[in-house]
Each structure stands twice: as C-alpha cells, then as structure tokens.
C-alpha cells in the first residue's frame, strides 16, 4: 500500500540566524523519516526562495511575478 505525504513548510527568512534554518532543514528531514519508504512524499511551501528581475529569469518566473 502506498500513501501520498504532503509536507508544507515555511523556511524562516534571510534574517534569522543559520542555526534556526539549519534546525528547520534536520526538523524536516526527521518528519520526512517517519513515513514509509515506499509513500509519496511531496514537499510544498515557501523557502524564502528569491529570483532576480533580470530578463533571463522570465521563462521561469513569468511576466506577471509579484517581486
């Protein structure tokens, strides 16, 4: 039997310090580590991820980014 996981996590933001996103990183990890190897595991949410607003970004961001 297999069963879909659905994680969703928001990363803390550039300001805190590594030792708060290093522990949410290893917290993630041994959530993950609780299900069964052969479950569907998908991560969702926001990891403070920043793209740039030159134009080589446009294919992946779109013309309509909020940044």
């Given at each position: 039997m297999?069963?879909?996981i659905i994680l969703n996590v928001?990363?803390?933001t550039e300001?805190?310090?590594d030792d708060t996103k290093e522990s949410?990183?290893?917290e993630r990890e041994?959530?993950?580590g609780h299900f069964l190897k052969c479950s569907v595991k998908l991560l969702l949410?926001?990891?403070d991820a920043k793209l740039g607003r030159q134009d080589?970004?446009?294919p992946t961001i779109g013309k309509a980014s909020l940044h």
């Open positions: 297999s069963y879909i928001h990363a803390p300001e805190k310090s949410l990183c290893e041994q959530v993950l949410g926001d990891f080589i970004f446009k």
